[in-house]
């Protein structure tokens, strides 16, 4: 399931010192009935209470039996402020994880907590063998983007419309349906975070020239993309919304188009052999881009 972000063994990490404004948090395993109705809640809360792919408490309980991750970020007063939970399956004779599920309360968004929850359920994941991490997220939310390229350094591996249906009756996907990127996150190297923003900086800064096959007008809206302009360049750059869910207050037609043109954009590249190589957000000109390229290595490449 998408992971927003608006998204382990039973010791528990320790509680990290706030710093800029940041909460203390201690990441664990959920283990009680509490942890695992509060898992629940949130989950109503980030998607609405309609939402029908939200994941019950036995689920979330019996997995870590078979391998699974269901862990929490819990705040100085034991208030569970965001979770990850996944599956271990097999993969071509490996040990892998699907990481079905990311949420971390708007209030404390922006503090890293979706970062060090990932992380948790990372090192969790090495002592049981596990080489490699997928999970999905929205091509559109910049957000999401800017912590799977440039703080975990994903790789792109594939384009799925529709993934989870047209309709989940989450407001979330109101005028969007749920269209994902799969991404592959390689766990066997430890790598600092810091290293591989680095990388991820240093592609943006190389393709801030590259032609943008849909860039918006002064409407908001995006040019419908030129497929063949994008075939003639090794590296081009698709933009997104820097904050879709504001677009979707003001128009779901226009958040709908967003989808159409970026679905066209990223399908046409990938299945051409083009990869994602970076994200950027421009926070003063309010736009954010992808890199997509042929030639360049993704911010999650060694």
Not at 64 to 74: D, E, H, P, S, V
């Amino acid at each position: 399931m998408t992971e927003p972000a608006r998204r382990i063994r039973d010791r528990g990490h320790p509680a990290a010192a706030p710093h800029d404004g940041a909460p203390a948090i201690q990441i664990r395993r959920l283990h009680s009935r509490e942890d695992f109705a509060a898992c629940v809640a949130l989950q109503h809360e980030t998607w609405g209470e309609r939402f029908s792919e939200r994941v019950p408490a036995a689920i979330l309980k019996v997995s870590q039996r078979l391998g699974g991750i269901t862990a929490g970020a819990f705040d100085a007063s034991g208030q569970l402020a965001g979770f990850v939970f996944g599956m271990t399956g097999i993969e071509a004779g490996q040990l892998v994880h699907w990481s079905d599920m990311l949420a971390v309360r708007p209030e404390l968004r922006d503090h890293g907590i979706g970062r060090r929850l990932k992380e948790f359920q990372r090192d969790a994941l090495r002592t049981l063998g596990v080489t490699r991490i997928y999970w999905t997220f929205d091509p559109l939310v910049a957000r999401n983007a800017h912590l799977n390229i440039n703080r975990l350094g994903v790789e792109i591996t594939e384009y799925a419309a529709d993934m989870y249906g047209s309709e989940t009756d989450s407001a979330l996907h109101r005028g969007l349906g749920t269209d994902r990127f799969i991404a592959a996150w390689a766990i066997t190297d430890a790598r600092p975070g810091q290293s591989l923003a680095r990388a991820s900086a240093r592609v943006a800064r190389s393709a801030r020239a590259a032609l943008v096959v849909n860039p918006a007008g002064r409407d908001a809206a995006p040019a419908t993309p030129d497929l063949d302009a994008l075939l003639a360049h090794d590296t081009v750059r698709v933009e997104i919304p820097l904050d879709i869910t504001r677009v979707q207050a003001m128009s779901i037609p226009l958040a709908g188009q967003w989808r159409v043109v970026t679905r066209a954009a990223f399908q046409c590249a990938l299945e051409h052999g083009y990869r994602v190589a970076g994200f950027y957000r421009d926070a003063g000109a309010r736009r954010a881009f992808y890199i997509v390229s042929r030639t360049l290595p993704s911010a999650g490449t060694p």
